[in-house]
Nanobody, 116 residues
Framework: QVHLVESGGGLVQPGGSLRLTCAAS????????MRWYRQIPGEERELIATIDYTGAIRVYARSVRDRFTISRDNDKNMLYLQLTNLTSQDTGVYSC?????????WGQGTQVTVSS
């Protein structure tokens, strides 16, 4: 059974940084591309970062490019998202995602709140 568990969210001041973590299990992690999504209140869920199964190819939404970095550790079955230069517009719930055997899986999400 696919299981994704995010952690690392919290309250941070504008301009601050956070590192989000997604622990993956139930599938062969190093064979699948992974994604980070975020849900901002009042808006549709947004795909913000994708990393291929090797970790060599990374794609970002324009809204986070140059501020966020997606990475993975295939030995530990872990996915990461480094968030920097945060603004209030980055407040939301951040979730990791995998499409496995034609089904979509999200974790429960981790809340990021950017406020002074």
């Amino acid at each position: 059974q696919v299981h994704l568990v995010e952690s690392g969210g919290g309250l941070v001041q504008p301009g601050g940084s956070l590192r989000l973590t997604c622990a993956a299990s139930g599938f062969t992690f190093n064979e699948y591309n992974m994604r980070w999504y975020r849900q901002i209140p009042g808006e549709e869920r947004e795909l913000i970062a994708t990393i291929d199964y090797t970790g060599a190819i990374r794609v970002y939404a324009r809204s986070v490019r140059d501020r966020f970095t997606i990475s993975r550790d295939n030995d530990k079955n872990m996915l990461y998202l480094q968030l920097t230069n945060l603004t209030s517009q980055d407040t939301g719930v951040y979730s990791c995602f995998v499409r496995w055997q034609r089904s979509d899986y999200w974790g429960q999400g981790t809340q990021v709140t950017v406020s002074s």
